[in-house]
């Protein structure tokens, strides 16, 4: 792309605007070629109610950052798809796709890769390689629109019965969204813009393991957005291991963000926690992130870790997963056991991507060995920090 080209899909619609003046166009052309992107369709020869003129022009302009589809993992009888895309740069990250009887979730990435480095996480352990842009980030939910729109997707009929549009979008996939704030927030204006794709903000989930300025940023979006921050740890003296990130933001800090971020916004917060065997599923962590949610009045939801490459963590017992669950309900607080979409295809989280290249990216400096320095934590020492 050179600095005259654009990605059409990295515009907002006031620089589609500004573009379309630039071209001595109306503006009403903008809304015009919006509604072609926002229907999947990114090249100008296709956009058929524009003059032809416009469309020769903006072909020399638009540089579309298309992603080609080189993997699809199918799971859940039809119900879950998972998609590697690769942009033209040759970077690949991954799209989800989630089918249940009323709802479409798309689960989209935001980063190739990522640096917070949890030790349990697959696309942890690959390491940060860029940034994705805002239209990146948007195309992830357009692919999957189109192809609920036609009811194939990669030569695949999808089930009888799933919708026919995306409903809600999960900002969980690979990287952590609020480290690209301007490509997480520009992305949920594109999405929720009632003239475009009409996505409701409550239907968008943003998920954080904890930055607190990025929290503040999206606070003062003014849109009433799930934040889902994973916790993981209820205790500073683990959760500095299990999310590096907790070193520079603790949890008395995030928990006050939160509950900032509820008071503003009146949205309830979402607690994930990825229960590991022997790790942060004892009745201490359990009590006290009963304690975190019941104050802040957050659902939360837990979720068996999934088996990842390289980690010999594992997720407990059935039996300990319902003690566990039961335990967080007794201090007041709301917990379910999430289901673990795509684990029969190879297809949990950040491992379709980990079969297809692990390693070699950048990682913060704390969560350099995290892993093994949680092995080597006496899990039952009282703890040093805020937590319950
Ligand atoms: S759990 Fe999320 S923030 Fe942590 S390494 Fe994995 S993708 Fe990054």
Same mark, same amino acid.
């Given at each position: ?13 006031? /620089? ?15 809304? $015009? ?8 369709? !990114? ?33 859940? !009888? ?13 970077? *690949? ?19 190739? /890769? ?41 030569? $695949? *009929? ?16 690979? /990287?952590?969204?609020? *480290? ?41 979006? /003014? ?12 205790? !500073? ?80 017992? $059935? ?26 295809? !190879? ?18 400096? *704390? ?22």
């Amino acid at each position: 792309m050179t600095a005259s080209t654009l990605d059409p899909y990295a515009l907002s619609r006031d /620089g589609l605007a500004d573009l379309v003046a630039e071209l001595g166009e109306p503006t009403y052309r903008a809304r $015009q070629i919006h509604a072609w992107l926002v229907r999947g369709v !990114d090249d100008p020869a296709e956009m058929t109610d524009l003059p032809t003129g416009l469309r020769e022009r903006l072909s020399e302009r638009f540089a579309p950052s298309r992603p080609e589809l080189i993997g699809h993992t199918v799971a859940d !009888d039809g119900h879950t798809h998972k998609l590697l895309l690769r942009f033209p740069d040759g970077e *690949a990250i991954e799209t989800v796709l989630m089918l249940y009887p009323r709802r479409a979730t798309v689960c989209i990435s935001t980063q190739a /890769g990522c640096a917070m480095g949890c030790p349990f996480c697959a696309t942890g352990q690959a390491g940060f390689r860029r940034q994705l842009t805002a239209g990146e980030v948007v195309r992830q939910v357009v692919v999957a629109d189109a192809a609920l729109r036609s009811g194939v997707i990669d030569d $695949q *009929a999808l089930p009888a019965g799933a919708p026919d549009h995306v409903t809600n979008v999960v900002y969980m996939g690979m /990287g952590e969204p609020l *480290a690209n704030l301007p490509a997480t927030l520009a992305s949920v204006r594109w999405l929720h813009d009632p003239d475009g794709f009409d996505l409701s903000a409550r239907g968008i989930t943003v998920s954080t393991v904890g930055l607190v300025p990025g929290i503040r940023k999206l606070e003062q979006l /003014g849109l009433p957005v799930t934040l889902a921050v994973s916790l993981h740890a209820s205790t !500073d003296e683990l959760r500095d291991h299990l999310v590096p990130i907790n070193r520079t933001h603790p949890l008395a800090e995030l928990e006050a963000t939160m509950r900032d971020y509820r008071r503003t916004t009146n949205r309830r917060v979402s607690i994930e926690w990825c229960l590991i065997g022997d790790v942060n599923d004892d009745d201490e962590q359990a009590d006290r992130l009963g304690a975190i949610a019941a104050r802040l009045r957050a659902h939360v939801n837990v979720i068996p870790m999934n088996p990842t490459p390289g980690v010999t963590w594992k997720e407990p017992t $059935q039996a300990r997963m319902r003690a566990f669950i039961e335990r967080v309900r007794r201090r007041g607080a709301e917990a379910t056991l999430r289901d673990t979409r795509g684990r029969d295809a !190879d297809a949990a989280c950040g491992q379709l991507l980990a079969s297809y290249t692990l390693g070699g990216g950048t990682r913060l400096p *704390a969560a350099v060995g995290a892993a093994d320095r949680v092995d080597a934590l006496q899990l039952g020492d009282p703890p040093r920090g805020a937590g319950a």
